[in-house]
T-cell receptor, first 112, second 117 residues
Framework: EAQVTQNPRYLITVTGKKLTVTCSQN?????MSWYRQDPGLGLRQIYY???????DKGDVPEGYKVSRKEKRNFPLILESPSPNQTSLYFC???????????FGPGTRLTVT | AQKVTQAQTEISVVEKEDVTLDCVYE???????LFWYKQPPSGELVFLIR??????QNEISGRYSWNFQKSTSSFNFTITASQVVDSAVYFC??????????????FGAGTRLFVKA
């Protein structure tokens, strides 16, 4: 089954404790992206990757890091999480020519 | 600057009513894509439709239809004979090329649709 998977689905952590949210897709898509969803703001892009070893900032990259060492994986790293990073996070993938994105199930992160 | 406005925050209808979700966008690019996504109460995001800026044909898919009008920068979504299963948050989105390659997607704030039995 074609899908985007994210882990963990739920995470409660404390300020400053480094964490990684994994994202993997099995559709051989070149393009992957991370978004955060906050009430009243829709989804905002954090980082995106056009292919292996090619990443760039989206609209709200502060406090996040990403890497793309393999085509299928695109982990999101929070080196020192803060409460304002409490949010619902989505990973997505697509073929660049198609543009429509296929989303993972989401990761609800709470930073206390 | 790019912008997607979904002015309706919440809409409530009774089953079998028709409902239209509005989407207005702003862009300086001549080449762009527009999308609608559905987020049901379970939380996942589901792609519904893509339309590129050169294709102003309206589209119908079952009870869903989309009206794209470049003259008014609108891409509205109509659900005919709504059903309870249509209850969800619906997002309109705009995608443009980035200067550095790839593309940028801007989402509207979403419209929450309640369909009552």
């Amino acid at each position: 089954e074609a899908q985007v998977t994210q882990n963990p689905r739920y995470l409660i952590t404390v300020t400053g404790k480094k964490l990684t949210v994994t994202c993997s897709q099995n559709m051989n898509h070149e393009y992957m992206s991370w978004y955060r969803q906050d009430p009243g703001l829709g989804l905002r892009q954090i980082y995106y990757s056009m292919n292996v070893e090619v990443t760039d900032k989206g609209d709200v990259p502060e406090g996040y890091k990403v890497s793309r060492k393999e085509k299928r994986n695109f982990p999101l790293i929070l080196e020192s999480p803060s409460p304002n990073q409490t949010s619902l996070y989505f990973c997505a993938s697509s073929l660049p020519g198609r543009r429509e994105q296929y989303f993972g199930p989401g990761t609800r992160l709470t930073v206390t | 600057a790019q912008k997607v406005t979904q002015a309706q925050t919440e809409i409530s209808v009774v089953e079998k009513e028709d409902v239209t979700l509005d989407c207005v966008y702003e862009t300086r690019d001549t080449t762009y894509y527009l999308f609608w996504y559905k987020q049901p109460p379970s939380g996942e995001l589901v792609f519904l439709i893509r339309r590129n800026s050169f294709d102003e044909q309206n589209e119908i898919s079952g009870r869903y239809s989309w009206n794209f009008q470049k003259s008014t920068s609108s891409f509205n979504f109509t659900i005919t004979a709504s059903q309870v299963v249509d209850s969800a948050v619906y997002f309109c989105a705009l995608s443009e090329p980035r200067n550095t390659g790839g593309f940028k997607t801007i989402f509207g704030a979403g419209t929450r649709l309640f369909v009552k039995a």
